[in-house]
């Protein structure tokens, strides 16, 4: 898990996108050619991101579909068939600058993640999911959600939701957001694995936002989500995080450039799941 091969990951997805300025730019609000252009740079993204699976030995299966008469796609990547799913979700569109932050790093600890057990049979249980429209509510995941059998829902162990990364200064697990609560168990997993590395996760609970893990929480699967923010400023703004401050998440905002990513926060995320995965092989959760 290489500060550099992850942020190379970033400028690469990074380098296909169009910069956003938020004040002039709401996902919500598009409609028609602007619409359409939003969903091609998005679907460049995705491009970039199935590619660099491909090479580690993760086929892509798209689904695609239609949102206001424009292609829509998600993509899971996985090696095999395994009854006992270990998954990772980030989403390849963005809303401000050009998403590094949100969401280019989740996808970026994704890859590399993905790299790490490209030729051990522990890549057998894993899968690598990225949604379009979660910055249009959601609706990527959701589709994807609501179109998965239940046999195939059965499959999966819990899903890890990896969303904005590399800018706050604190790593955070969040044990509830807008419409979706954590696996206790899982939680708590995430932050002794975390420890046992030397690292300070903090469990959080969120009721301003939400990520593309809430469809998966709403069918009974076992859910948790890590992004990080600045711990002092949430405390300081009474529990919400000050999108302004130069010193917060850089989500949502114009200095949401690869040159403003920490990508120690990153390694510390993905050394995390590496070894949580590796802990977990063989033994029941």
Request: hydrophobic share 35%; with cysteine.
């Amino acid at each position: 898990m290489e500060p550099d091969s992850l942020k190379h990951h970033i400028e690469d997805i990074c380098r296909v996108s169009k910069f956003l300025d938020p004040e002039e730019f709401q996902p919500y609000d598009l409609k028609g050619a602007k619409l359409e252009e939003y969903l091609a740079y998005s679907n460049k993204r995705l491009d970039i991101v199935r590619s660099k699976f491909e090479e580690r030995g993760f086929k892509a299966d798209l689904q695609e579909f239609s949102h206001y008469g424009f292609r829509v796609a998600n993509a899971v990547f996985k090696k095999g068939e395994s009854g006992d799913e270990t998954w990772f979700v980030a989403h390849h569109d963005y809303c401000a600058g050009l998403g590094a932050e949100d969401d280019a790093s989740g996808l970026a600890v994704m890859i590399e993640i993905a790299r790490h057990f490209k030729d051990s049979e522990i890549g057998e249980k894993l899968v690598f999911a990225s949604f379009d429209l979660e910055e249009r509510g959601l609706l990527g995941s959701e589709y994807f959600v609501n179109h998965l059998p239940k046999e195939s829902r059965k499959k999966i162990r819990y899903v890890i939701d990896l969303e904005c990364l590399g800018s706050g200064k604190d790593i955070t697990i969040c044990k509830k957001v807008y419409g979706a609560k954590s696996d206790k168990r899982l939680v708590k997993k995430i932050q002794k694995t975390a420890s046992d590395l030397g690292y300070n996760f903090i469990p959080e609970k969120y009721g301003f936002f939400w990520a593309d893990h809430v469809p998966f929480a709403r069918k009974g699967i076992r859910v948790a989500e890590i992004c990080s923010v600045d711990y002092s400023a949430y405390r300081m703004f009474g529990g919400k995080v000050a999108p302004d401050r130069e010193d917060g998440s850089i989500a949502h905002t114009v200095r949401d450039l690869p040159e403003n990513i920490d990508a120690d926060n990153l390694v510390k995320v993905g050394k995390t799941l590496v070894n949580l995965v590796e802990s977990e092989y063989f033994e029941s959760f």
